[in-house]
């Protein structure tokens, strides 16, 4: 008889991961606690409702990373992209769905396949270890009692509660001619920091364009989350003091433009946010700005006139681990190797990158369950990319939650012109991914 696994969670993750097992022939129990438990955010009992929006952003494959992993998704024969590309509305290039169509197409065909076993129950703490192989998928509103427990078991500073994003832009759009390299006072590597300088009068420009903005509201289930000192919003600190970002993000001290061979009034510095330098975190600039405001007032730093962003910035509740420390490349937790977690609670951003974890973890835990190794995705495609920025790529240190985007794929091989770019990475992951799934 072949032992179940059981997965915990039953949004777009676990749904995900679920029918992957189940369709591999092996028995699965999903336990979800909608339904004797609900939640701040979620409204039914659904299984992979979707509760902030009705769209999985950009359908096309050829330019575009969200369509590639789409496509990736389809090729491994995806409940979510499946029901998704059924309950379909119009929305141009991008894939925008009805929510109750789609979550009522997923509730029906799991609660109908014959390996699948849906327990509405709520977890209050780590599974028992007589589950021998278990899959987390519990997302941004995990419960208190099994939080505290992965916060017992991991570390104080290895779960957030508080997502506090700052932006973060594709290294090529930064304009190496203003910006410079340079740590402050010259600590650590010369290459540590991209400094992007102000004089009085850009900085005063730059605080009343943040100041007059339009802000994002909170939802209403975020509404009681307090803003604390290591995550306020930038222009909550202009608010409390035109100059109160001079002498916090903003400091130049100890920085010297080499253009002028002074210090500037002010500096934005930019940190290395992935492993190949293809992503900069702009360094405390995190914000409740709405995206378009975000993008018409942080290319007025000079050295970002033309910044392209690989995520715009945010605050809000979440739960999610600090996955490249916690975690191996399967997606195991390496404290108890028997749990692994899937979908936003690893530090994913977005519905189809959630389902994207969530099919990848199924997809090694069906290896394992059969005795094979499991093998993860090459780097070079859209799902592999995604899983190495979660398992390893980031900066542990800063690790926040990211969307999948070609920043995180790694270089070409040989150097192509920039618009054959997005091509070539494409054709390329798609070669890889078929190599990987006559082996994975």
């Not at 309950?87 to 029906?108: E, I, K, M, Q, W």
């Not at 339009?214 to 307090?226: D, G, L, Q, R, V």
């Not at 600039?285 to 290319?299: D, G």
Request: aromatic share 8%; hydrophobic share 45%; charged share 20%.
């Amino acid at each position: 008889m072949t032992l179940p696994i059981h997965i915990i969670g039953g949004g777009l993750a676990g749904s995900e991961a679920a029918w992957q097992i189940a369709q591999a022939g092996i028995p699965v129990i999903l336990h979800e606690m909608r339904g004797p438990h609900g939640t701040d955010a979620h409204k039914t009992d659904g299984l992979a409702e979707l509760v902030c929006s009705n769209s999985f952003r950009s359908d096309d494959p050829d330019n575009n990373a969200v369509g590639l992993i789409h496509q990736e998704m389809r090729a491994m024969g995806s409940i979510i992209m499946r029901e998704a590309d059924k309950a379909r509305v119009p929305a141009g290039s991008a894939l925008a769905v009805d929510r109750d169509v789609f979550s009522d197409g997923v509730t029906a065909t799991l609660a109908a396949h014959p390996n699948v076993t849906i327990v509405r129950e709520m977890i209050a703490g780590l599974p028992p270890e007589d589950w021998d192989s278990v899959i987390i998928a519990t997302g941004p509103l995990t419960a208190t009692p099994l939080a505290e427990a992965i916060r017992d078991l991991t570390g104080q500073d290895a779960l957030a509660f508080f997502d506090a994003i700052a932006p973060v832009i594709h290294f090529e759009s930064i304009n190496l001619e203003t910006a410079w390299f340079q740590s402050r006072w010259d600590k650590g590597g010369a290459k540590d920091y991209l400094n992007c300088p102000m004089d009085k009068e850009q900085y005063e420009a730059f605080i009343d364009a943040m100041l007059a903005a339009e802000m994002a509201s909170f939802k209403e289930w975020e509404a009681n989350t307090p803003y604390f000192d290591g995550c306020m919003p930038i222009e909550v600190m202009a608010e409390r003091g035109r100059n109160t970002p001079r002498f916090g993000p903003m400091k130049p001290v100890g920085l010297t433009n080499p253009a002028t061979g002074r210090r500037a009034w002010a500096v934005v510095q930019l940190r290395q946010d992935n492993a190949l330098g293809s992503l900069w975190n702009m360094v405390g600039f995190q914000t409740k700005m709405k995206h378009a405001e975000q993008v018409r007032v942080f290319r007025m730093i000079p050295g970002l006139e033309n910044a392209q962003f690989a995520r715009l910035g945010g605050l809000h509740r979440n739960t999610f681990i600090k996955s490249p420390v916690l975690l191996d490349e399967t997606l195991r937790l390496k404290l108890r190797p028997g749990i692994r977690f899937a979908g936003q609670i690893t530090g994913c951003e977005g519905y189809v990158e959630s389902a994207a974890v969530g099919l990848m973890a199924a997809r090694f835990a069906i290896a394992e369950r059969q005795g094979r190794e499991p093998v993860p995705p090459p780097a070079t495609t859209a799902l592999g990319a995604l899983l190495h920025h979660i398992t390893g790529g980031a900066e542990a240190s800063t690790f926040q939650p990211m969307n999948v985007n070609f920043g995180l794929f790694p270089a070409l091989e040989t150097a192509v012109k920039k618009d054959q770019r997005k091509p070539a990475l494409v054709t390329r992951a798609r070669a890889d991914l078929a190599d990987w799934m006559k082996v994975a």
